[in-house]
């Protein structure tokens, strides 16, 4: 009876990383120890793809099974991301042979890529060319990215843990401008991710339930920013409620598509100052209304925030990644894992696959009637698309009040190539 | 038999409100209603101390026992509070009178104020007068505020959630940081609240439990900033493990008083921005070291995260209020509720008093040896001081994905009095 041929597997986090891009990585490598007759280990590319180039890869075999659990509730990038972008196959050939080569030397048939847009271009590139090179690679691309663009799949790991993040802070600071609002704060400004679609300023929608809810006001980078029309707004809305609440997309941008952030200030040495939308437009507020005004940039910290992350979204990156694996034995290649909505009332999911010439450097934007009329909050459809991907809770273990998040061994595994590699 | 005398109470919140001054006006509703031979109702005053002068109460009562018991776990002022210091007893003693007017009017001769430490200083005058004018009222403050100055209590209600928020956050902001630095962000800054002193910057560093943890480097308002030791520093740190994070109070400041925040940038028209130490400090890194920065405005998120307060500061909230009642009940007058460490090896607490006129308007501010001698850190004093007040989850209920927080009725009394007071 002819055995099984085993093959090594490779991993690698991709761009900005998220809440349960971990959870993913607990999926592939919890999946891959299942199926231990046709994986042999796990390596995963020290600081992403960078790793693979350099051949710096990590052997996650050294890390027991408490440590990898530990991964799905711990945020960030457990073996480093980074941001670079492979350029075109004709650009620069020899970065894509050179994974090959890479993979040969380590045996690596199965490449798993965990991340958004550009990593799937990449993915895509690499299953081509090991077609090329006749040196069989299954590439499947596991899907990542706080901005929920990526076509094909309902939603996007990563998204729903912000999204939960903004609209539970948004409500919680709407709460405190409340009750400050009679002698002090009148106006709150919380800028949120999201440079080109809005689905996480949309995600603050979902705090406001009732009228005179905060967010009272939701700037959309999909909608010209129209100052008289703003400052109208909030100059009703704290008239009506005492108070207005504003969540601004850091790509609210005017009709020119100049953004709101970069109409701002200067330094003390006339230096133009980099991002901060939050204060522009309350500022703005301050200037023609003249209310007393607060504003939050959360930054980061949305995007890391694991102690407040949605458990749908936990469940459904670490079932992302579990399926990669099972896609890969089952002989797929070429394919983004995707999380399909069921046509049912009461929410479900499954996960389906997406071809990943079609994916690829496709961005999926917020239809226009998931924004009111207006341009200043989200429709009840986009309510019922956002509601169930905010589901849940799913508490990190804490220790003297910290959560305890884990920093695995990352052992690095021996190289084999001569030739180094500069990125 | 004689009768024992019903008399009303009043309870209002002052000042910045946070995420657990509702479980104190818990803690006295409930305890008041357990009293009912002793105190007749309690009354709200809507926007704090303004409610009383305007004479614009809310009857708690019209609130059932379950909405009550929900403020224990509801962020922000549910009667409102305000920024309002009443004047000298010699510069403004009408206000005072107008008080205790409008508590005789109500049958009130218990007066619980919930603030920091201009309402110590203004429940001192109300029990002071109270004498003068021969109309008995017992007063009785409850202390609340974030920045954890006021003095005889070991820390103050409010704190120990924005301290463990800010802990929490910076370390989920290292984690993420650290798994982009290789090709991205490798400095992080993020700026939370205090002005005078330096205790929720403190706090950030309990998430730095071992060599090279996040947060690398705190600014404190008590030390005076150098910036070539602290670019020194981000530096080092950069080079030594990869990124560097830093938490910045908003009062840090330059040897000369000028708050960095205030050293910061003009807009467009030449005017001075306010506010935001962070980008100040994240500038000044990307100019003088040239490394790519983020950074981060928790603003009120901090204050009113209840989704992530301390359980042994909601327990220690809930109890001051309730203590407050039980004093009132006592015959004690002109005293605030403290909060006293036992003095065992295993933390724990009880509740105490201080007498007002030694509290009022003396801010505690940060040992010197809670900072550590370069300046940039804490000691194992200040984390010893620090580490159970952010100790314990407590979590409110969630409803598809979000918290429950309660509204209030909030009934207003019928008027009594002719004269209108205007604030």
Chains 1, 2 share one sequence.
Not at 363 to 392: Q, S, V, W
Request: charged share 25%.
């Amino acid at each position: 009876m002819a055995r099984t041929k085993k093959y090594n597997a490779f991993y690698a986090q991709s761009g900005g990383v998220t809440a349960v891009i971990n959870a993913s990585a607990c999926g592939v490598i919890e999946a891959a120890r299942e199926h231990k007759d046709k994986i042999g280990k796990v390596y995963a590319g020290r600081n992403g793809i960078i790793g693979a180039l350099t051949e710096d890869l990590i052997d996650t075999s050294k890390d027991n099974k408490k440590a990898i659990a530990a991964l799905k509730h711990t945020p960030s990038g457990a073996f480093g991301s980074c941001r670079y972008k492979l350029k075109s196959l004709e650009e620069n050939r020899a970065e894509y042979e050179r994974l090959i080569e890479v993979f040969k030397a380590h045996n690596i048939r199965y490449f798993f890529y965990n991340g958004g847009g550009d990593s799937a271009d990449t993915c895509l590139k690499v299953s081509q060319l090991s077609e090329q090179m006749g040196y069989p690679i299954q590439a499947i691309h596991i899907p990542k990215t706080v901005d929920n663009d990526l076509p094909f799949t309902d939603n996007c790991p990563g998204f729903g843990s912000v999204a939960k993040y903004i609209a539970v802070s948004i409500r919680e600071a709407g709460f405190d401008v409340a009750s400050m609002a009679k002698t002090s704060t009148k106006v709150f400004v919380m800028e949120v991710m999201g440079r080109h679609a809005g689905w996480i300023a949309a995600a603050g929608g979902l705090a406001a339930e009732e009228e005179g809810d905060s967010p009272h006001i939701i700037l959309f980078p999909e909608i010209a920013f129209n100052q008289e029309k703003f400052l109208k707004r909030v100059d009703r809305c704290v008239k009506k409620f005492g108070y207005c609440a504003i969540v601004v997309s850091e790509g609210a941008a005017y009709k020119d598509g100049t953004f709101l952030a970069d109409a701002g200030s200067v330094d003390a040495f006339g230096h133009k100052q980099l991002g901060g939308v939050a204060p522009v437009v309350a500022q703005m507020v301050k200037e023609k209304l003249g209310y007393k005004y607060h504003w939050a940039v959360a930054d980061y910290l949305q995007r890391a925030a694991r102690h407040i992350a949605s458990a749908t979204d936990v469940d459904q990156a670490y079932a992302v990644g579990r399926a990669a694996v099972e896609y890969a034995l089952a002989g797929k290649n070429s394919v983004m894992v995707t999380i399909d909505r069921k046509k049912t009332k009461r929410y479900g999911w499954t996960i389906g696959e997406a071809p990943l010439d079609k994916v690829a450097n496709v961005e999926k934007m917020m239809p226009r009637n998931f924004i009111t009329k207006d341009g200043f909050h989200i429709t009840d459809a986009c309510r019922e698309y956002l509601k169930p991907l905010i589901a849940g809770e799913s508490y990190p273990p804490y220790k003297d009040g910290l959560p305890q998040y884990v920093r695995l061994k990352n052992v690095a595994v021996e190289k084999k190539l001569k030739k180094k590699f500069k990125v």
